[in-house]
């Protein structure tokens, strides 16, 4: 992307429907710690953080089943937040699945679980801890950068 390039604007609705696909995958991983379903989810983070949320499963998912039969979009935001949000739960889920896969349940249990958590924000509330984290990181930058 160019510096003179608008950012990609995505639906709204997107994330938030992939983030409770993303809450029952964890919740069922948390109950029967199957970590090859969080391997699976790791894979779906990384899509969507290094290839775009309009590539990774559950985004063609929304796009082609769920967003026709919802209407017109009457919102939309910047990609980039929700991308490095899918980047924070790819760390989360790899984490959990060296936990999970290594013998440390608990370390698997830990990362699902503080994953579970901000997908269930991003779905229930609309609240995105990554993306917030993407937003204080940048502004963080900016003045950090302002004041040199």
Do not use: H
Not at 61 to 75: D, I, S, T
Not at 89 to 110: D, M, N, Q, R
């Amino acid at each position: 992307m160019s510096i003179t390039s608008k950012p990609t604007q995505i639906d709204v609705r997107g994330p938030r429907f992939g983030a409770w696909i993303t809450t029952v995958v964890l919740g069922v991983v948390l109950i029967t710690g199957w970590w090859p379903l969080l391997a699976a989810q790791a894979v779906v983070f990384g899509i969507g953080a290094f290839a775009g949320l309009s590539r990774a499963p559950y985004g063609l998912v929304f796009r082609y089943l769920v967003a026709p039969r919802l209407g017109p979009v009457r919102e939309r935001e910047d990609a980039a937040p929700p991308r490095f949000a899918q980047g924070v739960g790819l760390a989360f889920a790899v984490i959990g699945v060296v936990g999970y896969a290594t013998g440390l349940t608990a370390l698997g249990l830990v990362a699902t679980a503080l994953a579970l958590v901000a997908a269930l924000l991003n779905a229930a509330v609309g609240f995105c801890l990554g993306c917030e984290m993407y937003l204080l990181l940048n502004r963080t930058k900016t003045i950090v950068g302002a004041t040199r």
